[in-house]
């Protein structure tokens, strides 16, 4: 006689279950983006936000990039809470484009391998993709780039390159110096990305900074000179906290306007899904200046 009164709670225990979920409203859609520098396809997530269905108007884009050993899935599938990025959406009504950079391209263009042009690629090829794809604000006013990692030097390094075409840049937890003698790592996790640096760029040059020209510690001037919007952090436990330090110290004595915020954490995703909303709370500041949010 008990068994109709189980069946009800277990359909309490469910319908609990399912509204203990937030709906996620904005819409995740997947590109395949052919590049011609490559000779090749790759892949991007796309998240649109509800109001993207319904507004008539071009939206801004975020170009938020992955980190080492990575893919284009990682910042809607490695976050502890999946619904960030979807959240993040709805809040500031922008689109937010997840590319897929290889594991360890560092977004260069490499002088030697001609299927790594992740540059070409993520400036050219993957905006003209999107720009022709949605409907989109196609103006550097409208268009920010971030990152974690080896995408937080990507995202500075190509905004540092081509401060045309961006709003603003930030960087998580940022390599801002490839020389991998200053990351507190072991000795063979720094000697295999040594070794793929010297692959993709070279051999490397004597003294501290081994790439100029391709290291953001190298590149302080050409961010003064570009007088772009800046934001970049890292956790206080991070092993590439050095570089992030340095970097700080020379925009400070050459007086380019920058935020930098060291808060605790190391370089885990707990740590990047806490920092992608004060990063979003600074470009969403530059947009609004801009005059291309959506209300």
Known sequence: MQLPKIRSNVKFFVLACLLSFPALAARVDTLDVPSAS???T???????????????????VLYLLH???????????KTPDKTLLHRLADQYNIIIVTPDGDPTSYYFDSPLIK?????TFISKELIDRIDNSYRTVREKKGRIIAGLSMGGHGAMYISSRHPEL???????????????ATWKVPADFAKSRAENFAKLLGPAKEGD???????MVTLADQLKANNLPLIFDIGVDDFLIEGNREIHRLLMANKTPHDYTERPGAHTWEYWENALPYQMLFFNKILTANQVTIH
Do not use: C, H
């Open 209 to 215: 900074s081994p790439y100029p020209g391709f290291t």
């Open 42 to 60: 790759l892949r991007a997530a796309v998240v649109l936000p509800e109001r993207y269905r319904k507004a008539k108007q071009p939206f801004p």
């Open 38 to 40: 490559m000779n090749r």
């Open 166 to 180: 961006y709003a603003a840049a930030g960087s998580m937890s940022g390599v801002m110096n490839i020389n991998t």
């Open 115 to 119: 299927t790594s042009q992740f540059e």
């Open 67 to 77: 980190g080492g050993s990575g893919n284009f899935r990682d910042w809607l599938t």
